[in-house]
Nanobody, 124 residues
Framework: QVQLVESGGGLVQAGGSLRLSCAAS????????MGWFRQAPGKEREFVAT????????LYADSVKGRFTISRDNAKEAVYLQMNSLKPEDTANYYC?????????????????WGQGTQVTVSS
């Protein structure tokens, strides 16, 4: 069974930075694409960023492009989300997800496994 455990969330002022981490276990991490999604209260879960199994290709939501960076370390079986220039509208619970294939995907239904989430709160 695949397990994903996020960490690194917290409270930060607008303009600040946070780095989220997601530790994976349970299958060969380097074979699968990974993604980050977020969900704010009263809203649907939305795509944030995704990365291929090799780390060679990445996609971002328009709302975070240029501010967030997704990366992975296959030796450590971890994926990261560096978040800079944070805005109050970035406030949400952030989820790490493991894909079904080596490819990157923006679609929620292309991910089989999800972490429990880590809360990010950005104050104005």
């Amino acid at each position: 069974q695949v397990q994903l455990v996020e960490s690194g969330g917290g409270l930060v002022q607008a303009g600040g930075s946070l780095r989220l981490s997601c530790a994976a276990s349970g299958r060969t991490f380097s074979n699968y694409g990974m993604g980050w999604f977020r969900q704010a209260p009263g809203k649907e879960r939305e795509f944030v960023a995704t990365i291929t199994s090799s780390g060679g290709f990445k996609l971002y939501a328009d709302s975070v492009k240029g501010r967030f960076t997704i990366s992975r370390d296959n030796a450590k079986e971890a994926v990261y989300l560096q978040m800079n220039s944070l805005k109050p509208e970035d406030t949400a619970n952030y989820y790490c997800a493991a894909g079904r294939t080596p490819m990157a995907s923006t679609r929620i239904d292309n991910y089989d496994y999800w972490g429990q989430g880590t809360q990010v709160t950005v104050s104005s």
